[in-house]
């Protein structure tokens, strides 16, 4: 992979947001990391996914309604810990401890994920290139989904905005089966290192047994404890991973692939137009800065450019942040793209969707007609 580099000058902007946001904690009295609020919330999290499921191996829940019903809580419960608690545990802003970050960010493993391979894909790969074709691997998606103007363009397409929802329930089940093997295996042609004191050849051993164990405890065990056919604890398994799927993928691409997003390209020189923070705020959008209900759910991540700008600040902070982001962005002359509402930023990204599935000819005009649209009814 060639090493993208941005544009250096012009960093007025990040300097000063920096300084702001340092003497907003200052004023404040109060650290950066989640403290408290952040571990109430995941203790919380932890109970919706694992009361469902000693409800299932108690045999407490043995009907099949209420049995599906539990798989489906589940889902949300494993979407819940990796937005609160994974997430900000792997970007080492859940504590200032690094064994606490350490141990939580471990929680993956409980939701049948590799800590190693998700820290190079989104750390270092999503939010250093992000939606930078061919280093992003959020965009990345090869086949019948097409979330850059710079892939291939398939007759398929065409009808991606209806069913790109089915394929994003299948996110975390991709997850659990074959796809952190071939992100292993690829990352180490790469020569990516994913471990300061692990060889690659350990980190497969690591994923093996820990995606042994994990299919163990969440899919073994139930069969043979669930007083139902096996095939129903085997579709329940699938249906919490759909319903977990669907959650994280509408969250993350609602951010990313709306009309607002751009997609740069680097120059023959492979460097981009803008620095690394000024490109942040051209590729990331948030959504429902109100809705305080739903920014507790997704762990703040309602709140992207936020967290895109500051990912060693905990999700607790980016509400009050982003007043102080937004305010210097205008005043820098950037952009600062917001969504109003939840249901609007999956409209914007379902439009998105229908605007990638056209020729290239069209596909300029078609995002400028969006955006041009979107001004006019703010």
């Not at 139902?228 to 993928?249: E, Q, R």
């Amino acid at each position: 992979m060639k090493k993208i580099r941005y544009k250096k000058g012009d960093m007025e902007f990040i300097t000063e947001l920096r300084s702001e946001v340092n003497i907003y904690f200052e004023n404040k009295g109060i650290e950066n990391h989640g403290g408290s609020k952040i571990l109430f919330k995941t203790f919380l999290m932890f109970l919706v996914y694992m009361v469902p499921f000693g409800l299932l191996l108690s045999g407490v829940v043995n009907n099949l309604l209420p049995v599906m019903a539990c798989w489906v809580i589940m889902g949300l419960g494993t979407s819940g810990i990796g937005l609160v608690t994974m997430h900000d545990a792997n970007h080492g802003s859940f504590s200032n401890r690094h064994w606490v970050n350490k141990l939580f960010s471990n929680s993956l493993y409980l939701l049948g994920g590799f800590p190693a391979n998700w820290r190079y894909q989104h750390n270092t790969l999503h939010h250093g290139y992000t939606n930078i074709e061919g280093h992003d691997e959020d965009i990345a998606h090869e086949g019948i989904v097409r979330f850059s103007p710079h892939k291939p363009l398939r007759k398929v397409h065409k009808f991606q905005h209806i069913y790109a929802w089915l394929l994003y329930g299948l996110m975390t089940f991709s997850w659990v089966t074959m796809k952190d093997f071939k992100r292993l295996k690829k990352y180490e042609n790469e020569g990516a290192v994913l471990s300061s004191n692990e060889t690659y050849r350990q980190l497969f051993f690591k994923l093996l047994i820990t995606k042994i164990l994990y299919y163990t405890v969440f899919l073994a065990i139930p069969i043979a404890v669930i007083p139902l056919a096996w095939y129903w604890t085997v579709l329940g398994f699938f249906i919490m991973h759909f319903t977990s799927g669907l959650v994280l993928s509408t969250i993350f691409q609602t951010a990313h692939v709306v009309p607002t997003s751009d997609y740069p390209l680097p120059d023959k020189n492979n460097e981009l137009n803008n620095n690394w923070a000024i490109h942040q705020l051209h590729t990331t959008c948030d959504f429902a800065p109100k809705s305080n209900v739903l920014s507790w759910l997704v762990g703040g991540l309602n709140f992207q450019v936020v967290h895109h700008l500051f990912p060693n600040i905990s999700h607790i902070h980016y509400k009050d942040i982003s007043k102080i982001v937004q305010q210097t962005a205008t005043k820098h002359q950037l952009p600062y793209h917001v969504n109003k509402t939840f249901a609007g930023a999956i409209y914007q990204h379902l439009l998105m969707l229908k605007t990638l599935g056209k020729p290239e000819n069209r596909f300029d005009a078609e995002v400028m007609h969006l955006r041009n649209k979107k001004i006019a009814t703010v």
